[in-house]
């Protein structure tokens, strides 16, 4: 018995084993992720969820970024992924890191599903499962759970997909509905996008007939009723937002796309000097961002046994081959020039910004090439041993020319530039040493190869040595801190929240203080970063202090925030004070603008935090009339008398001095005490939106556009109270048809065990 059980599940086993030995230093650890979009995004936003969900209140409205925005709708806040409720008991900070750390199990476990779905043996599946599960953009996006999370959804998506092709059981239509609806709930729309791709491959391996054309066709219908609970709300909130009415900038198939000048990482490892990082950036991939992944090393063995692979001529070779060229040529972005064509045959996906996200389906198309090249391996074994013992050859004689300092010349001049020192030392340095383990990686392969020509059970041993390569290579790339610095009291934030009293909501800040702290993924460092990031107030890091800041990082921005604002705030110091920005985060090495006052300093960090005059969070105002946005920004602009606002769509009115009062605040509900001696508006500071209803004294009325940005509700004469709500557009709708489709994945289960003509 148990031998069996081996048997089944030893592959399986072996992949968990080995995604222990990988992440052994995390585990063991009580470090938390921070890099990047952990910090500035996946934490506050867990955090945020992590807070109303254990109150037993679903989160709707975000009050921490800029003037407020959506919640659900935003996508990529995975409000409905199960994950979210797997990881609730823990902290936000440790939920983000077992989320992410079993990402990469449910990467790995889903590529050897599928490599052996195609026929792979156990060997050649864990070498794919380790090529995606713990390659380089797997652990290059280590900073972003979001795109990892779709990444390693979408090799399930594959399996189920070949399941349904080859099986024909409605019970496999459910399980595609749900890995594919669980690409989408994890935040990745992307991917999601780009699943029918994996169903056309599962069609090419098994052949098209009517029956699966209908299966995968229902999996599709059922797979839109699964995400309708975030789907609708986000059809919603982007008809809204600067993304969704904006046009697609000149730039954006360049930033952060994969310059063909680092091609060459997948071979070498290192190939950026951690912290010559800007630097090279600057000078080699044109300045634009180029690493959105901080390491694409797919490492020597698994471009080998791809090569291999691609000899196979089978079915699953040309279908995953595909896959994989169209990841790698989309991922260039304006460089590759494919995807400014899909961009006007497809308009609709010029909505979706960094190229160098397509490299997941790069690596969702390697795996089963790998597995492809390590079952070919013993019909090739002498032409598999030359391959790798030349490719080890010229790795060799590569690392000899950089470390002679002629190859990153090379590479410069292409690039119209010169390597200059330090920068050509350390470059020297790390291509070197890259090259020359990539060569001895090769040369074990080689040796490995030949060996099983006598034992052919040596070849178990590739995994192993696939893993140690991709170990060395990206092991370094999911880098931790203490919680204690995410848990530490910002002394600013502090400062903010006491001078509002609890009487009424705090005040807004803005940040002008530029961070001078440099990050490294590899060389440590993140504890300074850090402090300087929540301390300097950068959006989103200062949700979990309760402090709003004018900034944009979640998807969907209001537009007419971006238009008054600007698409990155960078028109929010000139405006901040009309809404309520009172506290800005300075530089200590800079004089103090006009009208500040410092009223808190960091000297370590070289930052303060200013006080300067504003408009407070709501107040009693006089009424410029307007007839739509462009008409209210010109007005604005223009200059207002004070105690006036333009309010689109409201009459002529004088002004006046009102009283207001808090009564209650709650990110949905807003109740507040007002007195005006004659008809005005009472204007509150808070992004106004779809979803936000007005009452006044119990009874509905319009709730106006304000400033352009904000809100405003006409006031007669005397005291009355007044109510705000919020309520998720379609999101009524949206459950409905979720729980629509959970009954049909779950009636396709209960009716589906039985083949529909199936092959013999």
């Known amino acids: 018995m148990p031998s069996r059980v081996l048997q089944r599940w030893g592959g399986l086993l072996s992949v968990v084993g080995l995604w222990a030995l990988f992440f052994a230093p995390h585990l063991l650890s009580d470090g938390v992720p921070y890099y990047r979009d952990q910090l500035v995004t996946l934490i506050p936003i867990r955090h945020y969820l992590h807070e109303r969900l254990l109150s037993g209140e679903l989160p709707m409205w975000y009050p921490f970024e800029s003037l407020g925005v959506p919640f659900i709708g935003q996508i990529v806040t995975a409000t409905f992924h199960p994950q979210t409720l797997l990881f609730l008991p823990l902290s936000p900070a440790l939920a983000v890191k077992f989320n992410l750390l079993g990402g990469y199990l449910l990467g790995a476990g889903g590529a050897y599903a599928l490599c052996r779905a195609l026929g792979s043996t156990r060997p050649a599946a864990l070498c794919g499962a380790c090529a995606l599960g713990f390659g380089g953009y797997a652990l290059g996006v280590s900073n972003n759970l979001v795109y990892l999370m779709g990444l390693a959804t979408l090799p399930w998506v594959a399996w189920a997909s070949l399941r349904v092709t080859g099986t024909r059981r409605l019970a496999d239509a459910a399980l595609l509905m749900v890995a594919w609806a669980l690409v989408f709930l994890a935040g990745d729309a992307q991917m999601f996008a780009f699943c029918p791709l994996l169903m056309l491959a599962a069609l090419c391996v098994h052949g098209v007939t009517r029956r699966s054309i209908a299966l995968l066709a229902l999996a599709g219908v059922g797979t839109?009723?699964?995400?309708?609970?975030?789907?609708?709300?986000?059809?919603?909130?982007?008809?809204?937002?600067?993304?969704?009415?904006?046009?697609?900038?000149?730039?954006?198939?360049?930033?952060?796309?994969?310059?063909?000048?680092?091609?060459?990482?997948?071979?070498?490892?290192?190939?950026?000097?951690?912290?010559?990082?800007?630097?090279?950036?600057?000078?080699?991939?044109?300045?634009?961002?180029?690493?959105?992944?901080?390491?694409?090393?797919?490492?020597?063995?698994?471009?080998?046994?791809?090569?291999?692979?691609?000899?196979?001529?089978?079915?699953?070779?040309?279908?995953?081959?595909?896959?994989?060229?169209?990841?790698?040529?989309?991922?260039?972005?304006?460089?590759?020039?494919?995807?400014?064509?899909?961009?006007?045959?497809?308009?609709?996906?010029?909505?979706?910004?960094?190229?160098?996200?397509?490299?997941?389906?790069?690596?969702?198309?390697?795996?089963?090439?790998?597995?492809?090249?390590?079952?070919?391996?013993?019909?090739?074994?002498?032409?598999?041993?030359?391959?790798?013992?030349?490719?080890?050859?010229?790795?060799?004689?590569?690392?000899?020319?950089?470390?002679?300092?002629?190859?990153?010349?090379?590479?410069?001049?292409?690039?119209?530039?010169?390597?200059?020192?330090?920068?050509?030392?350390?470059?020297?340095?790390?291509?070197?040493?890259?090259?020359?383990?990539?060569?001895?990686?090769?040369?074990?392969?080689?040796?490995?190869?030949?060996?099983?020509?006598?034992?052919?059970?040596?070849?178990?041993?590739?995994?192993?040595?696939?893993?140690?390569?991709?170990?060395?290579?990206?092991?370094?790339?999911?880098?931790?801190v203490s919680p204690a610095e995410l848990e530490a009291p910002n002394a600013f934030a502090t400062t903010v929240l006491e001078a509002a009293g609890g009487a009424r909501p705090a005040d807004r800040a803005t940040r002008l203080a530029r961070l001078d702290v440099p990050s490294t993924v590899t060389l440590g460092g993140g504890e300074l970063w850090v402090r300087a990031m929540r301390q300097a107030l950068r959006v989103d890091s200062n949700g979990p202090d309760l402090v709003a800041v004018f900034g944009t990082n979640l998807p969907a921005t209001p537009a007419r925030y971006g238009i008054l604002f600007g698409?990155?705030?960078?028109?929010?110091?000139?405006?901040?004070?009309?809404?309520?920005?009172?506290?800005?985060?300075?530089?200590?090495?800079?004089?103090?603008?006009?009208?500040?006052?410092?009223?808190?300093?960091?000297?370590?960090?070289?930052?303060?935090?200013?006080?300067?005059?504003?408009?407070?969070?709501?107040?009693?105002?006089?009424?410029?009339?307007?007839?739509?946005?462009?008409?209210?920004?010109?007005?604005?602009?223009?200059?207002?008398?004070?105690?006036?606002?333009?309010?689109?769509?409201?009459p002529a009115l004088a002004s006046t001095a009102g009283e207001v009062q808090w009564l209650e605040l709650h990110p949905e509900r807003l109740r507040l005490a007002a007195r005006a001696p004659r008809p005005s508006v009472l204007v509150i500071n808070d992004q106004f939106a779809r979803g936000w209803s007005a009452f006044l004294d119990g009874a509905a009325v319009p709730l106006l556009p304000a400033n352009v940005a904000a809100r405003a509700l006409p006031l007669p004469p005397g005291e009355h109270e007044v109510e705000l709500r919020y309520a998720t557009p379609n999101l009524g709708w949206g459950l409905t048809l979720s729980a629509v489709g959970l009954l049909l994945a779950l009636a396709l289960v209960i009716l589906g065990s039985r083949p529909l003509g199936a092959r013999q």
Request: net charge positive.
């Open 224 to 480: 839109l009723l699964l995400i309708s609970a975030e789907l609708l709300p986000a059809l919603a909130v982007s008809g809204e937002s600067m993304r969704g009415l904006g046009e697609v900038s000149t730039t954006l198939g360049r930033t952060w796309a994969l310059h063909p000048l680092r091609v060459p990482e997948l071979l070498i490892p290192g190939y950026v000097p951690d912290a010559f990082r800007n630097q090279m950036v600057a000078e080699v991939f044109s300045g634009r961002g180029a690493l959105w992944s901080t390491t694409v090393f797919a490492g020597a063995l698994v471009v080998l046994l791809t090569a291999v692979g691609l000899s196979v001529r089978s079915r699953a070779t040309w279908a995953f081959g595909g896959i994989a060229l169209l990841g790698l040529w989309l991922s260039l972005g304006d460089y590759g020039g494919l995807l400014p064509l899909t961009w006007k045959l497809l308009p609709l996906l010029s909505k979706f910004r960094f190229p160098e996200k397509y490299l997941a389906l790069f690596w969702l198309g390697l795996a089963p090439l790998v597995a492809l090249g390590a079952d070919a391996l013993a019909a090739r074994r002498r032409p598999a041993v030359l391959a790798a013992a030349g490719a080890a050859a010229g790795c060799a004689v590569l690392a000899a020319l950089a470390w002679n300092g002629v190859l990153g010349p090379a590479v410069w001049r292409v690039a119209g530039s010169s390597l200059t020192a330090p920068l050509a030392g350390a470059v020297s340095s790390a291509w070197g040493r890259g090259l020359a383990c990539s060569a001895g990686f090769l040369a074990a392969a080689a040796a490995l190869i030949w060996a099983s020509g006598r034992r052919a059970r040596v070849l178990w041993l590739l995994p192993l040595l696939v893993f140690a390569e991709l170990l060395h290579g990206n092991g370094a790339h999911l880098p931790l």
């Open 567 to 650: 698409s990155s705030s960078e028109q929010a110091a000139p405006w901040a004070p009309a809404f309520n920005g009172c506290f800005w985060t300075v530089s200590l090495s800079e004089p103090l603008p006009s009208g500040l006052e410092l009223v808190s300093r960091q000297d370590a960090l070289g930052m303060g935090l200013a006080r300067g005059a504003c408009l407070p969070r709501a107040y009693v105002a006089g009424a410029v009339p307007a007839g739509d946005m462009w008409q209210a920004l010109r007005r604005l602009r223009a200059g207002l008398p004070p105690g006036m606002a333009v309010v689109e769509g409201a």
